[in-house]
């Protein structure tokens, strides 16, 4: 039975290693390990299994960070998983350097090595993948082979490839916005191609834009929320503190984009941190390149899109609502984050649902019969910085109806790839559709939370809230 993964993060080599070992044939396409959001991750995982810390504590700090939106059984289910995820990595020989505590959580559980963890994580799974015969295409899957709402493998340059079993581990699509730190290739192409296909979609308007942004000579980078939980504080260009900068990432990123709207620069300062190098050796090589010495001297900060809670909605087994088509990581929705990821469950999030979505196809086994090869559409890519700049300027950290719907009408007339405009059409009229401030998702025309609005939003082409 032959099972493709696209994409090569920790999600993607999670599930091909556990679907190895149970003897399946493993196909992983993506452009390789280091062009993934993965291998970028700097501060850590979150895992609840020290002493002193809980299950239920963790539940509860998830719930909180995700305003309540989260779906309840989604979170006991992943977090009940921890300790599995946790030992699953121990057992491949990964070393953990030291534990912290971030934004939002109320206990230091977030598991570091040098605050580069999602570089060392990925890399010792990539050369475990190797080693139990998981097949690597080193490329880009266009786009999913799907027919009557079946899926049947992908498309690799116009080529298809037939999959008894299709997984979607190819990220989120913060891409789609004109600042971000992560992989600029995650756009979600494939996210937008499912729903053109038939998959439902889920929590679109919740993009969570990370606070301490560099946007530099060299491109843009994370300063992560370990340097403000080592003690770096956020100060304006007059040295005014102006925020508690260890408050969950909406409430920080909110608040240095009041300042830059005032006029005002803002800056992390991290000239208290000792052995700043030793401790963030990946931020300190950048900043230096840039001319920066972060021991003394304060560094320029802007929230950029980091991470989107929306994507494919999937049920409790990461079954999509396409036969046969899988989605994990980044790439789908569950409710587990709610409307604001909690720092660290990222990764956390990944490792469960590769090892969870592996149950799920050996449970099922499903098959899939020769079929006529479904229709190839070889989209171009089209204008992709107008999209980008339309979904930064009206879909951006702060929002109203009035932004929105010019977003809208913008994106009317952006020649682009129609997966990319369905997609950015998603986040526009599902925010504006939300008419209340929750998590990530703020409204300045209606500033606070509503009862009525505790649910998750669908898109199907169309949202539904």
Not at 92 to 106: C, I, Q, R, V
Not at 130 to 154: P, R
């Amino acid at each position: 039975m032959k099972v493709g993964i696209i994409g090569a993060g920790i999600a993607g080599i999670t599930a091909a290693i556990s679907l190895a070992k149970r003897g399946f044939d493993v196909t992983l396409i993506g452009p390789g390990i280091k062009d993934s959001n993965s291998y970028l991750a700097q501060a850590g995982i979150a895992f609840p299994v020290l002493d002193g810390d809980s299950i239920m504590a963790h539940v509860v700090d998830t719930l909180h960070a995700g305003k309540y939106l989260n779906d309840e059984e989604v979170v006991w289910s992943v977090i009940s998983k921890a300790s599995e995820a946790y030992d699953f990595l121990l057992s491949l020989g990964l070393k953990f350097e030291t534990n912290e505590t971030e934004g939002g959580h109320s206990f230091p559980r977030v598991f570091t090595i040098k605050n580069e963890t999602g570089k060392h994580v990925t890399k010792l799974l990539y050369l475990r993948a190797k080693e139990l015969g998981v097949h690597f295409i080193k490329g880009k899957a266009d786009e999913l082979a799907v027919k009557h709402k079946k899926a049947y493998g992908v498309f690799i340059e116009g080529e298809f490839l037939k999959f008894d079993a299709t997984v979607i581990a190819s990220g989120g699509f913060s891409g789609l916005f004109k600042f971000t730190a992560g992989s600029e290739s995650n756009i979600g192409a494939l996210t937008g191609d499912a729903i053109m296909k038939g998959a439902l979609a889920s929590d679109l308007e919740f993009v969570q834009f990370h606070p301490t942004g560099y946007i530099g000579k060299n491109g843009v980078f994370l300063i992560s929320e370990a340097v403000r939980g080592a003690g770096a504080k956020l100060i304006t260009g007059d040295g005014e503190r102006f925020v508690n900068e260890l408050s969950t990432r909406d409430i920080v990123a909110r608040a240095i984009y009041r300042q830059m709207q005032s006029g005002k620069t803002v800056y992390l300062d991290a000239t208290g941190i000792e052995n700043f190098k030793k401790r963030f050796p990946q931020i300190y090589a950048f900043l230096k390149k840039d001319g920066l010495d972060p021991s003394k001297d304060p560094i320029p900060v802007s929230p950029i899109a980091h991470y989107t809670m929306g994507g494919v909605a999937v049920d409790l087994w990461y079954r999509t609502t396409i036969k046969n088509l899988y989605a994990i990581g980044e790439a789908m929705s569950n409710g587990f984050h709610g409307a604001n990821r909690l720092a660290s469950n990222s990764l956390l999030e990944c490792i469960v649902s590769g090892l969870e979505v592996a149950r799920t196809i050996a449970r099922e086994r499903p098959r899939c019969r020769d079929v006529k090869e479904p229709a190839y559409h070889g989209y171009e890519q089209g204008n992709l910085e107008a999209l980008r700049e339309t979904l930064w300027k009206k879909a951006g950290i702060v929002r109203s109806a009035k932004n929105l719907r010019e977003g809208l009408r913008k994106l009317e007339g952006i020649e682009a790839d129609p997966r990319l405009k369905i997609l950015a059409r998603g986040v526009l009229e599902c925010a504006l559709a939300r008419e209340e401030s929750r998590g990530s998702h703020y409204r300045e025309d209606f500033p606070v939370m509503r009862k009525a609005f505790e649910r998750p939003s669908f898109f199907d082409g169309r949202c539904r809230l």
